[in-house]
């Protein structure tokens, strides 16, 4: 099977120099070299500005978000190995968890944590083949709570099954990709007026999500206005 990563922020460019966490930033990095970066493909997603962040000096990062109407761009990018069986799927998400920070050495080999998690979506065209391998991932997330995955009346970015909740196109030649959504903590969306805001009040003062994003090619509605506004 071949599998990849849905990438809309900081796993994509974040290391030991560039990171406010340098330990999370290298364990990102060197989970980078695991995947075929040069294959990486543009997609469209629904994502938006919806989590503020006590670990970026409380500025605005992206969400997955069902009820964005206008989509933004991000990357899938493939493994480099192609793996047989739930073990070694399982063992590539929770390489993943850890490169999030969802697993860490207090909670060690878990794919959800109370703020995010780790989702899968598996593509439609091989079901048959894959049925076994999305039922025991169904079983790693019995009891598994999604409402809190949204904000107001949208669908949560997850299913209770956790399997992903939202649209986007999975390459022919993928048979699965995962993402990780995580839990808004805000009562409603901000404008560019409060992501704004937060950055120029942050202290130390922290751009830099935003900054790599652009330039790394994601891309959300409203990010270039940002950007010129922050200088």
């Given amino acids: 099977m071949k599998g990849a990563v849905l990438i809309i922020g900081s796993l994509l460019w974040e290391n030991e120099k560039n990171a406010l966490n340098s330990i999370q930033g290298k364990l990102r990095s060197d989970w980078r070299k695991k995947l075929d970066l040069e294959k990486k493909i543009a997609v469209n997603v629904p994502i938006r500005y ?22 933004g761009t991000a990357f899938i990018v493939p493994f480099k190995n192609e793996i047989e069986g739930f073990e070694e799927l399982k063992h590539q998400a929770l390489e993943l968890s850890e490169a999030e920070g969802i697993s860490t050495e207090k909670h060690p080999n878990r794919l959800k944590a109370s703020w995010g998690s780790v989702g899968v979506l598996f593509n439609k065209s091989k079901e048959k083949e894959l049925d076994s391998i999305k039922r025991k991932w169904h079983q790693e997330f019995n009891f598994f709570k999604n409402s809190d995955y949204k904000i107001g009346k949208e669908e949560p ?3 209770n099954n956790g399997e992903l909740n939202f649209p986007f196109k999975i390459p022919e030649n993928i048979d699965y990709v995962f993402a990780t959504p995580v839990v808004p903590n805000i009562s409603e969306y901000p404008t560019n007026e409060k992501i704004i805001e937060a950055i120029i009040e942050s202290k130390p003062r922290y751009d830099t999500y935003i900054k790599e994003n652009f330039q790394n090619g994601i891309r959300v509605q409203g990010d270039e206005e940002i950007i010129r506004k922050i200088g």
């Fill in 50 to 71: 919806g989590r503020k962040s006590t670990s970026r000096s409380c500025t605005y990062t992206m969400i997955f978000s069902n009820s964005v109407s206008d989509f």
């Fill in 157 to 159: 970015s997850i299913k």
